[in-house]
T-cell receptor
Framework: DTEVTQTPKHLVMGMTNKKSLKCEQH?????MYWYKQKAKKPPELMFV???????INESVPSRFSPECPNSSLLNLHLHALQPEDSALYLC????????????????FGPGTRLTVL | AQSVTQLDSHVSVSEGTPVLLRCNYS??????LFWYVQHPNKGLQLLLK??????LVKGINGFEAEFKKSETSFHLTKPSAHMSDAAEYFC?????????????FGSGTQLTVLP
């Protein structure tokens, strides 16, 4: 099973709201990723977690706060977002069997379509 | 540094005719290469992966790709297009250094299949 699940599928929020996106995988993968994808563009990497520790933060604004409570679960907490943050947010995971990520295949979830009003 | 170029932003084919989506890459080392497909409002689905074994890689749904080192290409083909193949396709190269900034995406090719 190569399934990554994400909830909710759609989210509409105001600029003063606090909400969270959830991602789950049960493949035993130890690397998990958040991507942001705008329409007609490729995904852009936001965060990488390796063994539940934040490995990469691609200079993402602090209104996005990732959390990895355990090896299967990845959250993205949202607060005081801007309309330009509206996008498809994709979660991915990969095995990360060695020191690096060489040869890893990333498996993507279906995404959460976020609209900020 | 590595990069990937998808040579066509849009490709349109008739149902039942062959599909060719072109991808060129640049990498200092032997890369891993992927093709992902994204249907409207969906996540990315892995079509196939090249990792320095056989140069002709077979994927799901009848797609295949051939790694040509001399041409630095990894074009995606399918003998006969189906309406369900209409989607966005991304050619992706994996950083051979093993960095966590693993994937470099092409800009995507929108495939339209005409009845």
């Amino acid at each position: 099973d190569t399934e990554v699940t994400q909830t909710p599928k759609h989210l509409v929020m105001g600029m003063t709201n606090k909400k969270s996106l959830k991602c789950e995988q049960h493949m035993g993968h130890r690397a998990m990723y958040w991507y942001k994808q705008k329409a007609k563009k490729p995904p852009e990497l936001m965060f990488v977690y390796s063994y539940e520790k934040l490995s990469i933060n691609e200079s993402v604004p602090s209104r996005f706060s990732p959390e990895c409570p355990n090896s299967s679960l990845l959250n993205l907490h949202l607060h005081a977002l801007q309309p330009e943050d509206s996008a498809l947010y994709l979660c991915a995971s990969s095995q990360k069997s060695g020191e690096g990520y060489l040869g890893d295949t990333q498996y993507f979830g279906p995404g959460t379509r976020l609209t900020v009003l | 540094a590595q990069s990937v170029t998808q040579l066509d932003s849009h490709v349109s084919v008739s149902e039942g005719t062959p599909v060719l989506l072109r991808c060129n890459y640049s990498s200092s080392y032997s890369p891993s290469l992927f093709w992902y497909v994204q249907h409207p409002n969906k996540g990315l689905q892995l079509l196939l992966k090249y990792t320095s074994a056989a140069t002709l890689v077979k994927g799901i749904n009848g797609f295949e790709a051939e790694f040509k080192k001399s041409e630095t290409s990894f074009h995606l083909t399918k003998p006969s297009a189906h309406m369900s193949d209409a989607a966005e396709y991304f050619c992706v190269v994996s950083d051979p250094s093993g960095s966590a900034r693993q994937l470099t995406f092409g800009s995507g090719t929108q495939l339209t299949v005409l009845p």
